[in-house]
């Protein structure tokens, strides 16, 4: 599985497929291609886990009609095929039905990410995701940096890169902006950067 991760290789989509469903079956892998390079997630912690559901309950509570997704994987870089598993998709509870693994991502206004604990974090969460992202036009990106104890709100998405990046403390209030019109009290943050 290493052989995969480090160093990236460089991969066509159809056979990056393959090789993540296979890969997740036998080993619970969770592999991206961003820039034509296979990489791969690492396993969520308890705590990275605690965040997700926190951001779901809120949602839910605020905006019933839509849901996080944890589990969707996207099609993102539409000129280079990319495939993204975003920790959380924010998108009407109907927008993947039908869809299988990797679904287009027109209907999402939302992608979440959470830090891990691991040596690609600041290329992936910080460098490639968000430009990523806003090659495939996904208004909102919203990174929950464990490390720096801060959240980076990315909007605007034009010409392949985000034109705002709002970021606060954890223990801030931040306002996501339309499409998803969510105030979030980011206090609770703190318990979880473990």
């Not at 959380?88 to 991502?105: I, N």
Request: proline fraction near 8%; glycine fraction near 8%.
């Amino acid at each position: 599985m290493t052989a995969l991760a480090d160093p990236p290789h460089i991969m066509e989509t159809e056979h990056f497929e393959e090789a993540a469903r296979i890969l997740a079956r036998l080993e619970g892998a969770r592999l991206e291609l961003i820039d034509g390079k296979v990489r791969s997630k690492p396993m969520p912690d308890g705590d990275h886990g605690r965040i997700i559901q926190w951001l779901t309950r809120i949602c839910m509570q605020h905006r019933p009609e839509l849901w996080l997704d944890g589990n969707q994987g996207l099609k993102v870089q539409p000129y280079r095929g990319g495939r993204a598993r975003p920790d959380g998709s924010l998108a009407p509870s109907d927008a993947f039905v039908g869809q299988g693994e990797w679904a287009e991502p027109e209907a999402v206004l939302m992608v979440v990410e959470v830090t891990s604990h691991d040596s690609d974090t600041d290329r992936r969460d910080r460098v490639e995701k968000p430009r990523a992202y806003a090659e495939t036009g996904i208004p909102l990106y919203l990174l929950i940096d464990r490390q720096a104890c801060q959240l980076s709100l990315y909007s605007e998405p034009d010409d392949g890169r985000y034109e705002t990046i709002h970021i606060v403390p954890f223990g801030k209030s931040l306002h996501l902006p339309d499409p998803v019109g969510i105030t979030l009290d980011t206090e609770p943050l703190k318990n979880w950067v473990g």
